[in-house]
């Protein structure tokens, strides 16, 4: 089992930027997939971006060219960094993680381990 703990969040106005943290423990973290998602009141959850080693991560196309995923292997944590805010932006950020295959995940009952999530909120 992974732990996760988020970190990051905040308050933003439309087109500043944050930066989520996820740091990992209990496994070997190259050899996770690690995926952001984030949940919307009154939405079901979804996929914000996957990242594998060695793999070109994965966006959904509602945040690409936006947002930014990035891994330390060192020191067991992913980032998000999230520019261009925008409303439809502002859900609660779960950090999840699986093991690593060559094959992308994006539903979040592919992923058993989890976050407490975040929230972000982007006023307008």
């Known amino acids: 089992q992974v732990q996760l703990v988020e970190s990051g969040g905040g308050l933003v106005q439309a087109g500043g930027s944050l930066r989520l943290s996820c740091a990992a423990s209990g496994r070997t973290f190259s050899g996770l997939a690690m995926g952001w998602f984030r949940q919307a009141p009154g939405k079901e959850r979804e996929i914000v971006v996957v990242?594998?080693?060695?793999?070109?991560?994965y966006y959904a196309d509602s945040v690409k060219g936006r947002f930014t995923i990035s891994r330390d292997n060192a020191k067991n944590t992913v980032y998000l960094q999230m520019n261009s805010l925008k409303p439809e932006d502002t859900a609660v950020y779960y950090c999840a993680a699986r093991s690593r295959s060559t094959i992308v995940y994006v539903a979040p009952n592919e992923y058993p381990d989890w976050g407490q999530g975040t929230q972000v909120t982007v006023s307008s």
């Open positions: 990242s594998r080693n060695n793999f070109t991560p």
